[in-house]
């Protein structure tokens, strides 16, 4: 079983800044890919952005230029690092880790989700 542990969310105004972390554990062999998605209140989750095992990058239009995904392989973690953040950056992000577990084989893996509330 793999476990996400996420941590960094909170409450910044307008054009501050943020650094989500997501720690991986478990019986973790590899990972193919890490990420972040949120859900605002009444809308459906979506992508943030995700960052393969080969260092390639994926980010949703409204958030490029002003965020950053990175991994930690050696410590399992993926960060989100959010920059001029907007009011519309407001929701719960969800660490999303898809990869194969020992004994077990391919997992995908979402965190308990933490609170972003942009507001002035």
């Known amino acids: 079983q793999v476990q996400l542990v996420e941590s960094g969310g909170g409450l910044v105004q307008p054009g501050g800044s943020l650094r989500l972390s997501c720690a991986a554990s478990?019986?973790?062999?590899?990972?193919?890919?890490m990420g972040w998605y949120r859900q605002a209140p009444g809308k459906q989750r979506e992508l943030v952005a995700t960052?393969?095992?080969?260092?390639?990058?994926n980010y949703a239009d409204s958030v490029k230029g002003r965020f950053t995904i990175s991994r930690d392989n050696a410590k399992n973690t993926v960060y989100l690092q959010m920059n001029s953040l907007k009011l519309e950056d407001t929701g719960v992000y969800y660490c999303?880790?898809?990869?194969?577990?020992?004994?077990?084989?391919?997992?995908?893996?979402w965190g308990q989700g933490t609170q972003v509330t942009v507001s002035s």
């Open positions: 478990g019986n973790i062999f590899s990972m193919y890919v």
């Open positions: 960052r393969t095992s080969d260092g390639s990058t």
């Open positions: 999303n880790v898809e990869g194969t577990a020992w004994v077990t084989g391919k997992f995908t893996s």
